[in-house]
């Protein structure tokens, strides 16, 4: 358990969260997290109203990736709509991102913390680099492909720490508003070792964290190309009023760059016969946030879009561990 972090209780089917009355020493930092301390139990300060609109959040993953992922953020930013990004400081196209989000304070940033480069051809790796962490890196000092063959190598728990910290250096560095944290392909938080090593380094940095504001979590990311837009329209009409309606999506514009992309994890991102469709999956979700039909959602006030900035004010600083 972490000092400053409300961690979950459930008592008669509320959410509650548990506040630390004493901090903890770093020797017991390793302990898990089922670790009982003296608490006090206050209510969790609920994600969103029951009346009105429901809220969405929109949060546009993998930034910095390359120019083509750039260029469709700019374009949903030059909409004015609120929504938040998530940056991959590890990956070569970060500074234009960079530069491009401080053209547009509405958008609120978070950093997409990397230990996976997952494209054929395409790689990237540590901030620290090869020699800097090893434990994390192939022959060639790229990032494993997959979450599976990360957790099947013999990485180091305290270079992870290390690199997802310098990862957070880079991206406050860069001089952008940093709000929150996630992780890229789940795998930094796809054990409860690695999962209290992200929210140390979010607590280290103040920052919050995504899924930890009691989200009901959404994607389109394995939904068939065509029915992209649809699905999602349809869907954010039964958002529900209670909680925040986060939104993962994954948008770029359908360049020869894109078009080359082969996702080595996910066979739905590719065609029968070995065709990369990443780039048409991300065009076509870029189309569903350009939409007219959204947009008339949110000028009908049928949704109200709302960022993690927003959420974190709201919660006072205060998050607590999402419940499998």
């Known amino acids: 358990m972490l000092e400053g972090v409300c961690w979950p209780l459930y ?4 959410l509650f969260a548990l506040m630390p009355t004493m901090p903890l020493t770093p020797t017991l930092r390793t302990l898990t997290l089922a670790l009982s301390l003296t608490t006090v139990v206050v209510p969790l300060r609920a994600g969103a109203q029951a009346s009105g609109a429901p809220e969405v959040l929109l949060r546009l993953d993998d930034v910095g990736m390359n120019h083509s992922v750039n260029t469709a953020i700019e374009r949903v930013a030059k909409t004015g709509m609120p929504f938040s990004v998530s940056v991959m400081f590890a990956c070569p196209w970060y500074q234009e991102a960079v530069e491009m989000l401080k053209k547009y304070p ?3 940033v978070g950093v997409h913390l990397v230990l996976n480069s997952e494209w054929r051809n395409y790689r990237w790796g540590p901030v620290l680099g090869k020699t800097g962490v090893p434990s994390l890196v192939d022959s060639v000092g790229y990032f494993l492909p997959s979450t599976r063959e990360f957790l099947a190598s013999k990485y180091d728990l305290d270079e992870v720490e290390r ?3 310098a990862q957070m250096q880079r991206a406050i560095g860069s001089g952008l508003k940093i709000s929150y944290v996630d992780y890229h392909m789940g795998t930094a938080v796809s054990t409860p070792q690695l999962r209290s090593v992200v929210e140390r380094i979010a607590q280290k940095y ?5 899924r930890y504001y009691g989200e009901i979590s959404n994607t389109l990311f394995d939904t ?3 029915a992209k837009k649809t699905d999602l329209i349809a869907r954010l009409g039964k958002s529900d009023r ?6 993962v999506l994954h948008v770029a514009e359908r360049t020869p760059e894109m078009n080359v992309l082969f996702d080595r994890n996910d066979a739905d991102q590719n065609s029968a016969t070995g065709e990369p469709l990443v780039a048409q999956h991300r065009q076509a979700e870029l189309d569903a946030v350009l939409s007219p039909e959204l947009a008339e959602l949110v000028k009908s006030n049928k949704v109200k879009l709302v960022t993690y900035e927003q ?3 709201r919660s ?3 998050f607590a561990r999402p419940v499998p």
């Open 11 to 14: 008592v008669r089917g509320h």
């Open 106 to 108: 509405h958008v609120t």
């Open 163 to 165: 690199e997802l910290d």
């Open 206 to 210: 103040h920052v919050g964290i995504s």
């Open 224 to 226: 068939p190309i065509t």
């Open 242 to 247: 209670t909680r925040t309606n986060l939104w």
């Open 311 to 313: 959420l974190i004010t």
């Open 316 to 318: 006072g600083a205060q």
